[in-house]
């Protein structure tokens, strides 16, 4: 069952404004990977994120959209490392723009079930990879960016 969702909305009901995601990662013997899902309806690749929930915590939300649309648990930033603008297709071909902000979350389990586990196609890849096959160029970035930071501090 899906929580309260508290999208924001514009004079036209429109939803619009911030949503939150997770960048899961885990370090493996071969080197760090970030974890890509597809979109429910393009199939394009993306990080979990979502509304805001309500009664959570921006960070939690980040993580209880990882948990749902990937079956991934693990420690989840406070803070956010940056944030990335697209539009969001709604039903009917309304696009609206958001901002997400974006909170590492280092994967401590990967479930074999979850709730959306039939609607999208995971994948582990190393940073430079994942930053290739995402559209939204200040996810690139970010992918990039956070792959040298982390890379270097472990």
Request: proline residues 8%.
């Amino acid at each position: 069952m899906r929580a309260n969702i508290a999208s924001p909305r514009t004079a036209t009901g429109k939803a619009t404004g911030t949503q939150y995601a997770a960048l899961p990662y885990r370090h493996t013997p071969t080197g760090l990977e970030v974890l890509l899902i597809t979109s429910r309806r393009t199939k394009r690749w993306i990080v979990p994120k979502g509304w805001p929930i309500e009664g959570l915590a921006p960070s939690a939300s980040a993580a209880r959209e990882a948990f749902e649309e990937a079956g991934i648990t693990g420690d989840i930033a406070g803070e956010p490392i940056g944030f990335f603008h697209y539009f969001k297709e709604l039903r009917h071909g309304v696009q609206v723009p958001c901002k997400v902000d974006v909170f590492p979350l280092r994967v401590t389990r990967q479930r074999k079930t979850w709730p959306e586990k039939d609607a999208r196609e995971l994948r582990w890849l190393p940073p430079a990879e994942a930053a290739n096959l995402v559209d939204e160029p200040q996810l690139k970035k970010l992918i990039l960016k956070f792959g040298l930071h982390i890379s270097t501090a472990h």
